[in-house]
């Protein structure tokens, strides 16, 4: 737990800084606070399921497209899935984990689409 809540908190620190160092400490603390709960989670479902719903590496060449309101609905949804896990409430870990990682495919997308 200490390894998710101390990513999640590095990610907090960033607040809406969206410069080059702060994109890359957040694709480093978001990896880390994925990791970090799929490692907790001892599921061996979990990380094929991350996997196929939104590729990692991708979130981390387009961080620095998401708008300022993705960032912050991605780390509100990540206190939403951090409380969860604390609270010890699996179910409402798993549905806030599958909103977080839908919702990211989404903005995925849409900042994937080229611009006409």
Known sequence: MARIERALAEMDGLGNRRDEQAVELRTTHNAELHSSIVAAARSPRLPQLLHQLVSVNAIA??????S????????RQHHDIVDAIRWQNAEL????????????????????????
């Open 93 to 116: 870990a798993r549905a806030a984990m599958t909103t977080h990682l839908l919702t990211a495919a989404e903005v995925l997308a849409d900042v994937s689409e080229p611009v006409e």
């Open 61 to 66: 060449r387009n961080f620095g497209q998401y």
């Open 68 to 75: 300022a309101d993705a960032v912050e609905r991605s780390q």
